[in-house]
């Protein structure tokens, strides 16, 4: 759509942590910043401020395997100031409160039946405040595909907007600016699945390396947990991890080492879902539809 003033129409988005963080380590470490100039262009970008403190805890975990010094401290500085530049597209929750009251968030978190007060419960909340302040669509990108799947009736009842992922917006950004090429968007897409495959392989590895150095007796009462994760992470399949996480959690006290390495890999974890599909299947199809050109381009 293009507006009165000739600019194209720019359709609202609220960014979750992680994807925030993927499209930051996708973009590379670089000062070029291709990937978040290109959102700039094409969306008005919002953030909540619990997302942005999440980004910024969250956002060395990726880099345990770094081992020289001056190089993690390079990435490091470089991965900072890109969180820092999301910053400015902050709604804070005083403002939303403003306008919409001081019970809004307790409304939100009643209806749409979350318990958490995550990043993800304030997204939500914040997409629902922006359609409403607007009286327009919100797209909510977010990689937490359990968080997805219980929001996506509470967005869908209120008429929000969408919630997609970062395969989504990636692949948006490709048709719509004709800077964007095919091999950009196959590189990126290439990226993230290894992002993503890195870590279900470090987790696997965690995971039976716990099992080999640990004595049967002392690993009995979580071995079938273990057994049931490490045969998941190596069939990539993603169903059930967080429960079988909670079950070795309940047994912390005698194996505190393991539940806090499993805390380093909520990315990994999130990749949970109830459809037969998963987030690595969904961007290995894409790169299959771009080769066989499905992903049409116009400009």
């Known amino acids: 759509m293009i507006l009165s003033d000739g600019s194209k129409f720019k359709p609202t988005c609220v960014l979750d942590a992680c994807t925030i963080i993927n499209l930051i380590y996708i973009d590379g470490e670089s000062e070029n910043d291709f990937l978040i100039k290109k959102l700039e262009d094409h969306y008005r970008i919002n953030v909540s401020e619990k997302v942005i403190k999440e980004a910024s805890d969250n956002r060395f975990l990726r880099l345990k395997k770094l081992n020289k010094i001056g190089a993690l401290n390079n990435v490091e500085k ?40 995550n990043g993800e419960f304030y997204s939500v909340a914040l997409s629902l405040y922006l359609s409403r302040l607007d009286s327009s669509h919100v797209i909510f990108y977010t990689d937490d595909k359990p968080a997805e799947e219980h929001f996506a009736s509470f967005f869908r ?9 970062s395969i989504d917006l990636l692949v948006f950004l490709y048709w719509r600016d004709p800077d964007f090429e095919k091999r950009d968007l196959e590189h990126l897409l290439s990226e993230l699945h290894s992002q993503y495959a890195t870590r279900v392989d470090d987790l696997l590895t965690v995971v039976r390396k716990y099992k080999e150095q640990q004595a049967y007796g002392r690993i009995k009462k979580i071995k079938n947990f273990l057994d049931g994760m490490e045969h998941k992470l190596d069939k990539l399949d993603f169903s059930g991890l967080k429960g079988l996480r909670e079950s070795i959690r309940q047994h912390r006290r005698n194996h505190s080492e393991l539940c806090n390495k ?9 990749l949970e879902t109830n459809s037969k599909s998963n987030f690595l299947t969904k961007i290995r199809e894409t790169l299959e539809n771009l080769k066989e050109d499905r992903i049409y381009k116009f400009n």
């Open 262 to 270: 499993l805390t380093e890999y909520e990315d990994v974890f999130e």
């Open 78 to 117: 470089e991965i900072g100031r890109k969180v820092a530049h999301f910053r400015k597209f902050i709604k804070s929750n005083e403002d939303v409160s403003k306008s919409f009251g001081n019970d809004f968030f307790r409304t939100v978190k009643r209806r749409s039946d979350y318990g958490k007060e």
């Open 157 to 165: 009842n209120q008429q929000i907007g969408k919630i997609e992922d």
